[in-house]
């Protein structure tokens, strides 16, 4: 079974554009999860998607939004980059509640 | 407000000994903890988990722990092996969300 993919694996942006992630769970799965990885803050939760629907949302500015397709797959937008938003974004996916996560390889995104 | 924390940044153990990792909890609500292994430049990877209503759960080399009443959980790995080394992270949820609270991870070094 394939795991999870994300593409890209890396990013370089500038301040002021804005960036689209990808992210395909395994198969089967139909909860995605995103998640943020810098060295100040550690990993935090960005949202979680089921069927199409945002379901838990972290405590991120309305810069960051997502969505899910029919197909379980995900994106992941941030508009108007900061130097700040450099991090190593990750996205997960379970295939039920009280189920562990799996986690894709993550996309580098360093904003310059 | 830091609701789950791994207050030691680094391990160091010699191979083949017992390496025991700590975690500590602050919300009551978590009733799931999981622990995940990350190299560097990978998302982590889920390595073993436990329900509230259990206190032990054991898959091969790796065993957790879990003291409801001190909100604080273990990872013992047994024996140590040298691909054991990576960093560490603990996390929790509540209520079957996909949302993880994950700690800030420590690095186990395995030495030879």
């Known amino acids: 079974k394939a795991g999870v993919t994300q593409t890209p694996r890396y990013l370089i942006k500038t301040r002021g554009q804005q960036v689209t992630l990808s992210c395909s769970p395994i198969?089967?799965?139909?909860?995605v999860s995103w998640y943020q990885q810098t060295p100040g803050q550690g990993l935090q939760f960005l949202f979680e998607?089921?069927?199409?629907?945002?379901?838990n949302k972290g405590n991120f500015p309305g810069r960051f939004s997502g969505r899910q397709f029919s197909n379980s797959r995900s994106e992941m937008n941030v508009s108007t980059l900061e130097l700040g938003d450099s991090a190593l974004y990750l996205c997960?996916?379970?295939?039920?509640?009280?189920?562990?996560?799996?986690f894709g390889p993550g996309t580098r995104l360093t904003v310059l | 407000d830091q609701q789950v924390k791994q207050n030691s940044p680094s391990l160091s153990v010699q191979e083949g000994r017992i390496s025991i990792l700590n975690c500590d909890y602050t919300?009551?609500?978590?009733?799931?903890f999981l622990w995940y292994k990350k190299y560097p430049a990978e998302g982590p990877t889920f390595l073993i988990s436990?329900?509230?209503?259990?206190d032990k759960n054991e898959d091969g080399r790796f065993t957790v722990f879990l003291n409801k009443s001190a909100k604080h959980l273990s990872l013992h790995i047994v024996p140590s092996q040298p691909g054991d080394s990576a960093v560490y992270f603990c996390?929790?949820?509540?209520?079957?969300?996909?949302?993880?609270?994950f700690g800030q991870g420590t690095r186990l070094t395995i030495n030879p």
């Open positions: 998607y089921f069927s199409e629907t945002q379901r």
């Open positions: 198969s089967g799965h139909r909860s």
């Open positions: 919300n009551s609500m978590f009733d799931y």
């Open positions: 996390a929790a949820s509540h209520q079957g969300a996909q949302k993880l609270v």
């Open positions: 997960a996916s379970t295939s039920g509640p009280g189920n562990e996560q799996f």
């Open positions: 436990i329900s509230s209503i259990k």
